[in-house]
């Protein structure tokens, strides 16, 4: 048996704090729990068995994905496991954790710009053509099936064998989980959680992309509509600011040491305010919590017990300081 067999089937776990109040019970899939610390490990398992299984890739042959790090980290397992190498494009937003990570398990890591998806710099686009040039197998979680029928195969039916979910609640990042878990689940109704700032959420709504915005929450939310995510499968949205979804994290790791990331906190924001809406006649709603919080220690949202000002970082920190140092010596010390 390989570390491969151990992704997958992960605990649900009921958010007993968070869901005192509300009608029906929130159910949360610890997806940070897989091998690889994320949701993503599924489909890096699964686009490259199908690429095998397709005599799509021979022996020893270079991997490329276009990730905000879990996708390459979840390669990263399966490349090492079975003896590929593995290139990822990566915007420069996306946290320093996860590209030590990724370069650190031997990945070779490429920053790009923040680019939109019309730049040629986009981290897309720069994995198509480092993937034509080099002969690169481009995974490209962002077209390939085999992203949503991991999680039609796995991830609902996972859920279905414990409960019957009145909803299920999840962020689009490939839109992968969310179409995969919908096709599986065709009797729950089905919710975006889309990070505000994102245009997912008013195309669900409108049918046109709307403007876009900024936001920090990392792997969820764009500015176009991938391939594998089925829209049609939505049946509403949730629109989450980047307090709502740290300050739901915070919670969750607080309350239910569910030591999780971002998206993890949208997806659960949302979750709440669906549960909300429900009959106590109504099953539970279902959510995943995509990644850990360890990939997110460089980030201000996670070093500050106040949110989003990394300007209290320091005096959060300088408490714990060693030695009676203070200020910037103090954090520097705890770096
Ligand atoms: C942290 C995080 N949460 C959620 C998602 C969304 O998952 P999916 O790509 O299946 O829509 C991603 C995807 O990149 C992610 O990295």
Redesign the pocket.
């Known amino acids: 048996m390989s570390v491969l067999e151990a992704i997958g089937r992960t605990h649900l776990v009921e958010l007993t704090a968070i869901g005192r109040d509300l009608p029906v019970p929130i159910l949360a899939k610890c997806e940070h729990l897989n091998p690889g610390g ?3 490990d599924r ?1 890096a398992r699964a686009i490259v068995e199908d690429a095998e299984a397709r005599s799509a890739l021979s022996p020893g042959a270079t991997l490329i994905e276009a ?5 390459g980290l979840g390669l990263a397992l399966v490349a090492a496991v079975r003896g590929y190498r593995l290139v990822c494009t990566m915007p420069a937003k996306m946290s320093a954790d996860k590209r030590i990570a990724l370069e650190a398990l031997g990945a070779r890591v490429v920053i790009t710009p923040n680019a939109p998806p019309s730049h040629p710099d986009n981290f897309r686009n720069v994995a198509r053509r480092m993937a034509e040039e080099h002969g690169y197998f481009l995974t490209d ?1 962002f077209n390939n099936p085999a ?2 029928r991991v ?1 039609e195969l796995t991830t609902g039916p996972e859920i279905l064998a414990v409960v019957r979910p009145s909803a299920f609640v ?11 878990v919908a096709r599986a689940i065709p009797s729950a109704r089905i919710v975006l959680a889309d990070p505000i700032g994102s245009q997912l959420a008013d195309f669900i709504e409108t049918g046109a992309l709307g403007g876009d915005g900024p936001y920090l929450v ?3 939310g764009g500015s176009e509509i ?1 391939s594998v ?1 089925d829209t049609k499968l939505v049946h509403a949205v949730e629109r989450i600011s980047d307090e709502e979804s740290f300050a739901t994290a915070r919670r969750l790791w607080r309350e239910e040491g569910l030591f999780v ?4 906190g949208t ?1 659960v924001a949302a979750a709440i305010r669906v549960a909300r809406t429900m009959r106590r006649s109504d099953g539970p709603v279902v959510t ?1 919590l ?2 850990g919080w360890d ?1 997110y220690r460089a980030q201000p949202w996670a070093r500050t017990t106040n949110g989003l000002d990394p300007s209290r970082a320091p005096q959060a920190f300088v408490r714990f300081a060693p030695h009676g140092l203070e200020g910037d010596e103090g954090v520097a010390a705890l770096r």
């Open positions: 994320s949701i993503k489909i990730t905000a790090g879990n996708t979680q992203n949503p999680h999840a962020g689009v990042g490939t839109g992968g989980t969310l179409t995969g990392e792997g969820i991938p995510f990331g971002g998206s993890a997806n995943v995509p990644d990939r």
